[in-house]
């Protein structure tokens, strides 16, 4: 009775291996879920290209990934969320990349590679206008002057997800970059079209620009991927009849449909939107009429058509309601479910052949 991701293997490598082409620099981003593959199966896969740096976002996912603690992978591994003096979960292994963003951290850092032995490996972050972490161009410059205890690995900057151009922002921080007179010449950026990247490379060629690069990577060709929820009850119903946790009753005859899925597989869970566009708030205001009418449309598909909750979901099932005329899939039958990756746990993933 699983949720299950299939995987077109052969489909999937090729645009791997394209991605990586592209991107020769690439650092493949390997974090949270594992964009729905799962962590350990993305640092495969990321040995597998030959790849000689992974990020991820947690120093809770280094043991997972590193094959000083098991892990399938080999190089380094960055990690994106910013060392703090609280963090004790990994040592100062030579296979890890620590990312700094205060100078508080910096010495801190320092001082406590200092006590073991070891020149923790570094990334200096460039704040960004995401203001979510790294330092000021002043502090930027101040920090060049306080490595001696660390070994820098380079500057970073975390863009934010744009429908404009970056040029004008990147290019003033590569300035803070370029006046801070780091000892290292390799950037790690985020979030940058190749057309940006290939304009970087041209206006600063004595740096090299190594691209952190996760969903385009690892969910870039959907066409790979397929995502298939099992079919476990089928209840006809009429008019009025009672279902469900909450005892609802049926709105009109048809069927009650029992799915796999729920809410530990992130089935029926949103995070919040931007709703930057009228249409995704049109969308928003029109959804919130369907709540407030009792009726959420599920990512179901059945006989063509998104299908109705017919109550939230539960914990590992979904209940959903067909109308009459609808065709009815037969228990054990699979239905496509539409889900968003890096939110979404599945029972199983087959990679084929």
Do not use: C
């Amino acid at each position: 009775m699983p949720l299950t991701l299939y995987v077109d293997g052969p489909l999937w490598h090729r645009h791997l291996q394209q991605v990586l082409a592209t991107h020769p620099a690439i650092v493949p981003v390997i974090k949270g879920n594992g964009y729905g593959f799962g962590v350990r199966r993305l640092a495969e896969r990321a040995a597998w290209l030959g790849v000689d740096t992974v990020a991820v976002g947690m120093y809770g996912e280094v043991a997972t990934v590193a094959a000083t603690s098991g892990g399938p992978f080999e190089g380094s591994v960055l990690v994106l969320s910013p060392w703090r003096p609280f963090e004790t979960r990994v040592a100062y292994e030579s296979h890890v990349i620590h990312t700094v963003g205060r100078l508080e951290d910096l010495r801190a850092i320092a001082r406590h590679g200092a006590s073991v032995g070891r020149r923790p490996r570094v990334v200096l972050e460039r704040l960004t206008s995401m203001r979510r972490h790294g330092f000021s161009a002043r502090d930027l410059r101040e920090a060049a002057s306080m490595l001696d205890d660390v070994s820098v690995e380079g500057a970073a900057v975390h863009l934010p997800i744009s429908v404009g151009s970056h040029l004008t922002e990147v290019t003033r921080l590569m300035t803070d970059i370029v006046a801070a007179g780091l000892p290292s010449d390799r950037v790690y950026v985020s979030h940058l079209t190749d057309a940006e990247m290939n304009t970087l490379r041209r206006s600063y060629p004595e740096y090299e620009f190594r691209p952190r690069i996760g969903t385009d990577l690892w969910l870039g060709d959907r066409g790979a991927l397929r995502v298939g929820s099992t079919v476990l009850d089928v209840h006809p119903v009429e008019r009025g009849d009672v279902f469900g946790y909450r005892n609802r009753t049926a709105p009109a005859a048809g069927t009650i449909l029992v799915v796999s899925g729920g809410t530990s597989h992130g089935i029926g869970l949103e995070a919040p939107t931007g709703g930057a566009t009228l249409k995704s708030r049109a969308a928003r205001i029109a959804k919130g009429g369907l709540d407030a009418a009792g009726w959420v449309r599920s990512p179901y598909t059945i006989d063509g058509k998104l299908r109705l909750f017919a109550e939230p979901p539960h914990m590992q099932v979904s209940m959903l309601f067909l109308s009459h005329g609808a065709r009815v899939p037969e228990v054990g039958d699979e239905v496509p479910v539409r889900v968003r990756f890096t939110t979404t746990s599945f029972d199983e993933t087959v990679v084929g052949e």
